[in-house]
């Protein structure tokens, strides 16, 4: 169905004619996927004659299918009428050749069906459960239902399959509100009312390959991830008496080039839809500070990543003041009993020793240095469950930077996460990327071999951005 006698100028006074309430109910079934974030804050600020219609058909070519069909789907058929196309013309046209997503407009029937009690309870229930929500004051369940797509507690994708209302079934455990059941009945089939929360583990945005069909438990959720960030670029020595006997013996280089690694790894994370924080110079109190925040408020997502780009040795990173934080006492902050069975990485750029590993023989470069002074020992932490820490290189060996580009390790890694995530689980990625530095470090005669300990107890696959999806 592809009326051409809709001028686009029509739209106008389309708008005109719906409520409030009928155009924010269209809006969320065309932008509810696409843009969000701006839908949401174009309906707080959103005066008369925003022309939202007219501005989507400038920038969609099956502007008419899919205004159509929003019509018909929220039922103002007299519109659609209006424009030249009868009813039983724009029902068809949704069996036959839907164009707006199925899991909005599934939920879009959700809360058509909800009775008043029932919406006042659901938007309670969103706003002790969702931050983002908490004070938002709409009257209208769609908005609230954008909160929860923005902070990703529900995952809509192409397929109505790989989408995730488990927040909504959630909800409805245990209460009786008959007029939705309806509607329940077109959810996903693991996500009905008697299945937990973990039932809902394969419905990620992401497609499994085929071989890792398996069972649910096999793979961590990781829709939605916090990120820190700390990129230490440069450093002074901390001048308190006491505390000299910890600092290198000679003065830590700013890190010329990590700017590049940091708009690499959050480029790859914002990608992800993750929740990203990014410290910068950090004391070495302040690093662990950062990182037990960190780890706490992961506890209202699916896991952490804890990425350090700095100088460091043998077990230790170190602070913006020169003085050295232990990985050990970093891991005991990240392993926290809220964090129990969900996926805890911690990435590290940073020399581990002063020792260069030698292919055939050294060579010398004023474009490559290395992230850390002399040696210092420090006791390498045990393993923890679900935890899974990367090293830029083995320790007791130096970690090599390009002035330039950036670092080895951090480029090549988000290289092969953006090459592999979709069919690859991220420790196979990793061992990837360790081959390509080797096969790079063979071309410049130096030798920097990363390393990975896992104590992962299922496979963490990246979301593929819905840009991206194939589902």
Not at 123 to 144: D, F, G, P, Q, R
Not at 290 to 301: D, I, T, Y
Request: charged share 25%; net charge negative.
């Amino acid at each position: 169905m592809e009326n051409k006698d809709i001028e686009i100028e029509d739209l106008i006074y389309v708008e005109e004619d719906l409520s409030d309430s009928e155009l924010i109910s269209i809006l969320f079934l065309l932008y509810g996927i696409e843009k969000p974030i701006w839908l949401l804050e174009n309906i707080k600020s959103r005066t008369k004659n925003e022309k939202f219609l007219y501005n989507y058909a400038k920038d969609h070519s099956n502007w008419r299918t899919s205004i159509i069909q929003s019509l018909s789907i929220i039922g103002v058929f007299e519109i659609v009428e209006n424009l030249g196309i009868n009813k039983s013309e724009a029902i068809n046209s949704l069996k036959s050749n839907m164009q707006i997503n199925v899991g909005l407009k599934l939920l879009f029937k959700f809360c058509d069906a909800c009775y008043q009690n029932t919406t006042s309870s659901f938007i309670s229930y969103i706003k002790e459960n969702c931050h983002t929500a908490k004070h938002c004051n709409h009257e209208m369940l769609e908005v609230y239902l954008l909160h929860l797509i923005i902070s990703h507690q529900i995952i809509i994708t192409k397929s109505i399959d790989h989408c995730d209302f488990v927040f909504i079934t959630n909800f409805l455990k245990g209460k009786k509100f008959h007029e939705v059941e309806n509607v329940l009945v077109e959810f996903p089939q693991k996500q009905n009312l008697d299945n937990s929360r973990s039932s809902s583990i394969t419905s990620q945005v992401f497609r499994l390959p085929n071989e890792y069909e398996t069972k649910s438990e096999d793979f961590y959720k990781t829709n939605r991830m916090l990120v820190l960030i700390i990129n230490q670029e440069k450093f002074v020595r901390d001048d308190n008496p006491e505390v000299q006997h910890l600092l290198p013996d000679e003065n830590l280089k700013e890190r010329k080039g990590t700017e590049k690694d940091l708009k690499e790894l959050r480029d790859l994370f914002n990608d992800f839809n993750y929740k990203i924080v990014v410290k910068t110079d950090l004391t070495a109190a302040d690093i662990l500070k950062e990182v037990n925040k960190a780890a706490k408020q992961a506890s209202l997502f699916d896991g952490v990543i804890v990425c350090i780009l700095s100088h460091g040795q043998e077990g230790v990173v170190y602070g913006h003041n020169s003085l050295p934080v232990s990985i050990k006492e970093i891991k005991d902050l990240i392993c926290i009993p809220p964090l129990l069975d969900k996926p805890k990485i911690l990435l590290i750029q940073a020399c581990q020793g002063q020792k260069t590993q030698r292919v055939i023989q050294r060579i010398t470069r004023s474009e490559i240095e290395h992230d850390g002074p002399s040696s210092t020992t420090l006791t390498r932490g045990s393993k923890y469950a679900d935890f899974l820490v990367v090293w830029s290189t083995i320790e007791g060996f130096t970690s090599f930077r390009d002035i330039d580009e950036g670092t080895w390790f951090i480029q090549l890694l988000v290289q092969k996460i953006r090459e592999l995530h979709k069919d690859h689980h991220f420790l196979d990625i990793c061992t990837a990327t360790i081959s390509e530095i080797i096969k790079k470090g063979k071309e410049k005669n130096i030798c920097m071999v990363p390393h990975s300990d896992s104590s992962f107890t299922r496979k963490f696959f990246f979301p593929i951005p819905l840009s991206d999806s194939n589902c």
